[in-house]
């Protein structure tokens, strides 16, 4: 009997994502370039419809045409490595499918390659861990639409549901589905670093321990703000650590790690001339935590502030619940906005509600307020900023002052909160009456002749400026 799809490359998130196409009836052809870790697949997780090959040859010619293959292999040039392998061996009409954290660019480059091979190419943003993976992943697949449409039904069946609706939708042409999951993952950057500053400020200043921490994520969970990095914040705080007393948490290094998605977004963002002020700050928090010992000498000759006491603790958890509630609406706003000016750009029409409605579940920032986003862009498609829906816009109005208060209190104690105050900043930029533009032209002016419009007649100016007046 021929088989279903092929899947290349078994570590965690391939060997997952094979099992759970196994799980719903599919025969899959598994292959790994390290023969070992086809083996270690098969006796640790053993499944009747997973059917290990050891060479490409091989498990093309299992496939049932046209052939299906799905690769599961580190991003950037393995990729391409496979690709060339797999192109003599594929017919008119076969598909292969990037289901890693490629770059949009890359898949953009792969799609026109393989057309022009007569071959059909999708690039798959997968988003959910292992777990995802295993049981119910977000999917953002990419290319031309005819080619989704053939594979859909496998995609759709392996992706979680949110009341019943498959975390599975077509995103846009080229590249759009890899670009999309590189602003999940810069929204999940923001997301994360948002997080670990309300931790800060309960710790620090609300002096709270860990098993109260965990009761306050997880009462957060509960209401707006439920969400599964909230959910799995909770979980963290109550972990005993299995090597030394304690709890897990306060023997973790304080440096954060990052492979890169984050960092593209913040990338992209600068060349499409969008802001997105809190992911950018989220990667460089990650990336001034990794100078620990430029921390640890400048802890000692910088003086710190004195923590400011906090006298009613209670309302100070309400008070930092509520700015970290405005400063993620904040960062969803720059992430949506991001994606429509690429929609606009590239010509991919994207649905940011349909995109929304698919990180419900699955994914990494799956949160109740995505049904939100989802409802914002159903009533206005072209809505400019998320900003300015009617619900979003009478949360932040209610909420922006404990966001101010919050990043003050932050400030004047000297806990850093980059995405707090990144936040804050970008409000107020975004609702600016003056923003102080007019004398960056005027300097423009002065010292470049790169002129300026005037606010009383149309037209470009330029002024001749005179220097060293008397003052
Ligand atoms: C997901 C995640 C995943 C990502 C990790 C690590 O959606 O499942 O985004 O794809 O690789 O979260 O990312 P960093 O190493 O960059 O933090």
């Known amino acids: 009997e021929l088989l279903d799809i092929g899947l290349i490359g078994l570590s965690v998130m391939g060997r997952s994502l094979a099992l759970n196409m196994a799980d719903h009836g599919y025969l899959v052809a598994g292959y790994n370039r390290s023969p070992e870790v086809t083996q270690k697949v098969m006796e640790e997780h053993p499944h009747h419809n997973l059917i290990p090959f050891f060479s490409l040859p091989e498990l093309v010619s299992a496939l049932r045409r046209p052939r299906k293959i799905m690769l599961m292999i580190q991003a950037g040039a393995p990729v391409d490595a496979v690709i060339d392998q797999l192109i003599p061996l594929l017919e008119e009409g076969d598909f292969i499918m990037d289901g890693g954290n490629s770059y949009f660019g890359d898949t953009n480059r792969r799609a026109a390659l393989l057309k022009e091979k007569g071959l059909r190419y999708l690039g798959v943003g997968i988003s959910g861990g292992e777990e995802g993976a295993r049981f119910g992943p977000s999917i ?77 994520y997880r009462t957060w ?35 954060a790690g990052q492979k890169g998605t984050g960092r593209w977004a913040s990338i992209e963002s600068l060349k499409q001339g969008v802001d997105i002020s809190m992911i950018t700050a989220a990667c460089n928090a990650r990336v001034m935590s990794n100078h620990l010992e430029r921390r640890q000498k400048a802890s000692s000759l ?63 920032i799956q949160a109740e307020f995505l049904n939100d986003i989802t409802k914002a862009f159903l009533k206005d498609p072209e809505l400019e900023s998320l900003i300015f829906d009617d619900f979003f816009l009478s949360r932040i109005n209610r909420y922006q002052e404990n966001l101010r208060k919050t990043t003050g ?50 037209g470009i100016f330029h002024h001749e400026w005179r220097a060293g007046h008397e003052v």
Request: net charge negative.
């Open 221 to 255: 969970n509960e209401g707006e703000l439920h969400s599964y990095l909230i959910g799995i914040t909770s979980d963290i705080f109550l972990e005993a650590d299995d090597m030394a007393d304690g709890d897990i948490i306060d023997h973790i290094l304080d440096s």
């Open 302 to 364: 910088i003086h710190a502030p004195a923590v400011t006491a906090v006298e009613d603790k209670q309302a100070f958890a309400e008070m930092v619940r509520e700015a970290l509630y405005t400063g993620k609406i904040i960062a969803y706003a720059q992430g949506f906005s991001l994606m429509q000016d690429a929609s606009h750009r590239f010509g991919w029409n994207l649905d940011l509600g349909s995109i929304a409605s698919i990180f419900r579940a699955g994914c990494i």
């Open 409 to 458: 209190l932050a400030v004047s104690s000297g806990l850093p909160v980059p995405a707090f105050f990144n936040a804050v900043s970008y409000l107020d930029s975004f609702r600016a009456k003056a923003a102080g533009a007019n004398l960056i032209q005027a300097q423009r002016d002065f010292f470049g002749a790169h002129t300026f419009e005037r606010t009383d007649r149309k």
């Open 140 to 216: 953002m697949p990419g290319g031309s639409r005819e080619a989704y449409e053939s594979v859909h039904q496998i995609l759709e069946t392996i992706a979680a549901k949110a009341k019943n609706e498959p975390c599975c939708a077509y995103i846009g042409p080229e590249g759009a589905g890899h670009y999309v999951k590189m602003v999940h993952n810069g929204i999940e950057y923001a997301d994360m670093q948002l997080i670990a500053e309300s931790c800060l400020l309960l710790k620090y200043a609300g002096g709270y321990t860990n098993r109260e921490l965990a009761d306050i």
